[in-house]
């Protein structure tokens, strides 16, 4: 692999805007290219020894940042995509500021694109462990770039030798066995030379081929330095290639830069040095870029300038090599975010670069108020209040809001984090997370953002904890809880809504108090302790009676009325179900009265008092019927059914169960195309058992989950629970 004539490669993404998925013009690296496509269809040595491979093959290509390694990864990449039917899937795991993306996340990332839901708080172990089970059998080649180390590689690697795994990384892949290397360095002249022929063109390089070769060596053969003397030159037409290294020479050495960085600093001092004031300013201030993902409005933010200044100053950088362009978005280099942090430290104040991060994030906080507002109706208070923001900020519809969300999901998570990390604009992180908890709750559903919304809460937590706020260090808890409690981790979520009952109640926050105690009770109530949940549920229910909240005590007798009769306490459960009717009278809530009253029928029939239950259970369905819904009405009479062929009356059953098939069917007719029909057992109770559960008593594990739902606001109810419903 050292055949100086042929063994080169360069994608020139500063000129060409190549995406990470499309590679650009590629020069040279013929040889490690053909090198690391046989190594594909090399036998390994479980194939000779007549065995299957456990995993996927690993080829790497190992090259310090610069080298071109992620160019020939991608080149790579789109030789072999077409022998796997699976596709291609991508993942960077170094952020530019040089942070290892953390395996969860990296997980979570290719989940989405495989559209595997992934549990929202699951374990790094959890997570890496669906990723391998989803990429088995479907014969996928996942590119890994910039892979800080073999650990982060070795968590992906699937369980698949139908899979192909291509890393761009620095070092070794040490404890991964089996893995093919090659290794990139600097291009030989030749090859550098060509790549600087893209940029100035053959004359200037025919004319003075020994100053080529000068700047091939002050570069040290770096593509990313020749890009950047090459991106230089482009945009001065009438200057020699000699002038270019005369003025390579002229720069002072970078002492605290390694060696082997020195010459692409130098390049980028060169283009740093000859830019306009305010481009020269705004290409420092990009190191602030989160996650290094920039657009016109990023741009615009920190250089201070008009969107379309900064869209116009962003295709300069792009030209000049220090920018590449991504689809609609510009990435920062990670091989230069230092450099140009560096150079911010020495030329702009700390207070200017503070005030640019905050423009940046309240920006980002308008962009996504108006991106949820997006979703509301017109003349809404929502959509009113966004009409003052200048029209780049704003969204023609729900579905261009949607796109440019899912776009820039990833920035808005990292603004979010290192928002938070920096403690300096506590306030603003607090306005940012929130505002993209409610947008991505109103473009993707909490359950579809569930795994967002965790680490949200748990940002919220953060500040919430370092700025001592147990107002708002309750409502995280609460909704971190009731995430952990959809996923099954119910002792988890316990603990957590034990500790937000503690914030509330040093808040003196009553709501944070009534909701962290019914959510206990589900809690208890999830995990079979019936005394323990109705405990609590007595406690909760305590509190709203004292703040005459009266739905939510009507809720609240009901629960407790769940956990009675799971517990057996057939006559406790029944004066609860009937204390739900007379709250549920009270508030006219006619349709919860009804369910009240089946739930009350049904502990009726447990408790062997078939009669009463029958006049229970018609008495619900008089009162479905004065409510008009005719789905309830339907439900309760199958219900009413079953009950009176347990009592022997198997004639008035068949008339309750005609009498339910009209009333669906007269109201499918009145179904809206599309609209669905809903479930006829499910209107009947919080169960959604209907009239099927044996008189024997009730199963164990009906109930959901003790937490209130995925609320993003830290409202809504605790759920799940049989009878909740009312």
Partial sequence: MTDQATDQAVDAVGRTGA?????????GRQRELASLLADVERAGLDTIAGRKAPRARVLLIAGRPGSGRSALARQLVARLAGRYPGGVLRARLTEPGGRAVPTDETARELLDALGVAAPPGAAEDELSQLVRESLAGRGILLLLDDAADAEQVDALLPDDPDCL???????????????????????????????????TGSVRI??????????????????????????????????????????????????????????????????????????ARLLRLLALAPAGIVDAQIASALGGCSPDEAHRALEGLVALGVLHREGPLYRVPGALEPLMRALSETHDKPAEVQLAWARMLERAVRQLQSCRAATEPEGSPARTAVESLPRPLRFPDA??????????????????RLAVEDGGLDTLARRLVAALVRALAAHRGTDAAAGDLYLLHQLVLDVAERRELPREAAAALLNLGDLDAQTGRTEDALARYRAALDAGRTANDPYAICRAMESVGGAWQELG????????YGRALAQRQTRGERADEARLYGRLGTAHTYAGRYGEALRCWRAAVAAYRRTGDLPSQARALSEAARVQEYAGRPEESLRTCREAVEWARQAGDVRLQAALRLRLADTLDRLGDPAAARLQRSGAERLLEAADETTEPGAGTGSPSAAAGGDGTGGARKAAGPERGAGGGGGAGAGTEGTGVARGAIGQGV
């Fill in 19 to 27: 995406s990470s998925g499309s590679p650009g013009p590629f020069f």
């Fill in 165 to 199: 795994l291509v890393v761009a990384g620095s070092g070794p892949l040490t404890g991964i066995p089996g893995v093919r290397p090659c290794t990139v360095g600097g291009l030989d002249p030749k090859a550098a030379i060509e790549l600087l022929t893209t940029f």
């Fill in 206 to 279: 025919t004319v003075d081929p020994q100053a080529a070769e000068s700047v091939a060596e002050e570069c040290a053969g770096q593509p990313a330095a020749l890009v950047m003397v090459g991106g230089w030159l482009a945009a001065r037409p009438q200057v020699s290639v000699s002038d270019a290294t005369r003025q390579l020479r002229a720069l002072p050495e970078d002492d605290e830069v390694p060696q082997s960085a020195r010459p692409m600093s130098r390049a980028f001092r060169l283009v740093h040095g000859t830019l306009p004031t305010a481009a």
């Fill in 399 to 416: 579905p261009a809001a949607a796109a440019g969300l899912a776009l820039r999901r990833p920035g808005l998570r990292a603004a979010a």
């Fill in 529 to 536: 302790d019936w005394q323990r949940a109705a405990d609590w």
